[in-house]
């Protein structure tokens, strides 16, 4: 309807082309609600795998896997992944596909595959600009360096990420990842002062009393 109403005054239409657009219209406007319909269940399958409980296999004779459970973590995580990663292959401009491939990333990360889930929270940062997604990939990202060793990287990514006062992420919880980030690179008294943060500049946050913790443990 938006090329109609741009161009009539260029073009004179009759009933029937009117019709034609009109039915044109609600044809995509059909087409896409179903289409996000259908990547939304998709996502809403893969999900219930990435939460579904993990119950090691039992030793009796002849036991069966739980229905709706793993054995393993990482047999949880695989099937998450494949599951995530085939709605976004199919869904790629749908929401539901960038959500999809933000999981795939997170259970990447989590089989240790650090290089393919750097590349797909770096895929979905690129598609996703300033929304929830694409912040939280940074954060995802800022973790994945981490794992691969490139340690000023991921500093440099939390701290600019604890700078975004406005932005989607809560920055005490931003800062709990940093504190957590210097503590894995032995860093103390870095450490230490991300967590004081927390609890000077946010005494009512739910982080408040696990940074009082780290603090007291880093002593």
């Given amino acids: 309807m938006s090329w109609f109403q741009a161009n009539r005054d260029k073009a004179i239409l009759g009933v029937i082309a009117a019709v034609v657009v009109v039915l044109g219209a609600w044809g995509v406007f059909y087409w896409k609600n179903h289409t996000n319909d259908q990547a939304a269940e998709m996502l809403g399958a893969a999900m219930t795998i990435y939460d579904s409980p993990v119950v090691p296999p039992s030793s009796v004779p002849g036991a069966v896997q739980q229905a709706g459970s793993y054995p393993s973590e990482q047999a ?70 981490l794992a691969e060793g490139q340690s000023d990287q991921a500093i440099k990514m939390f701290d600019d990420l ?51 913790t780290q603090m007291t443990v880093l002593g």
């Fill in 76 to 145: 949880r995580s695989e099937a998450a992944l494949k599951a995530f990663q085939s709605v976004a292959d199919q869904y790629s401009t749908a929401q539901a596909g960038l959500a999809a491939r933000y999981h795939a990333a997170e259970a990447l990360l989590q089989l240790g595959r650090a290089a393919d889930a750097h590349q797909a929270y770096q895929k979905v940062i690129d598609n996703a600009g300033s929304s929830i997604y694409g912040t939280m990939a940074k954060l995802g990202l800022a973790n994945t360096m």
């Fill in 162 to 212: 604890a700078a975004q006062r406005d932005g989607v992420l809560p920055v005490d919880g931003v800062l709990m990842q940093l504190g957590s980030a210097y503590e894995k690179l032995g860093k103390k008294a870095e450490a230490r002062t991300a967590y004081k943060r927390v609890v000077d500049e946010f005494p009512d946050s739910p982080y408040a009393q696990s940074a009082r």
